[in-house]
């Protein structure tokens, strides 16, 4: 679905239920910093979170009223983080849905409950605490890290390597002299090595995460998009 449908802030997200999941997953977005709008029926969940996230709202019920009054929504994306309570979490899930909210994610139970959530249009995932801090990561999109800068002539970024550098070892290439850059992190087909030996062998669109001065940085960058 587009988010960038009229009357929804694809940079805006809604959680409902603050359990384990829903509280790690919310608090992972503010700190990521999106807007959140939180609902949750039980008040000492949301008093955990006071201060820490801006818009929390203590309900009865999730129904239509409420999901309008609070603004949820107008979300991007709303994720219903409901647990125990299978009923509530599929009516809700179809709540937002019917609203036209563009992305609706619901957490399951079983097997049997996510098939349900999928027949009545939304994203089903059956999360651990883990799981919330990965899917925040992948809401916020593109890369946690796309730049850092240490102080003012040396920085860390994260750069997506070309068909240049696809199939060659570091040391071959000489890495570390030729560009002046050190290599901490490479990322392949979505796993992360920090193990960097001068065998290491890079491939078209890997992820490397390099720390050195920026006009090295920027050096590279240029030769690597040619």
Known sequence: MNMKKTGHDSNSFGIIGLGRFGAALALELVNAGKDVVVLEIDEAKLNAVKGKIEHIHPVDEINHEVLMESGISHCGTVIVCIGKDIESNILATLHVIELGVPRVIAKASNEDHGRVLQKIGAEVVFPEVEMGNRLAKSLVSLRTLDFLELDEDISITEIKLSHHFSGKALHDLNFRKRYNLNIIAITHDDKTNV?????????????????????????????NSR
């Open 195 to 223: 193990n960097i030996l001068p065998e290491t062998t890079l491939n078209e669109d890997d992820e490397i995460v390099v720390i050195g001065r920026n006009e090295d940085i920027a050096q590279f960058e240029k030769m």
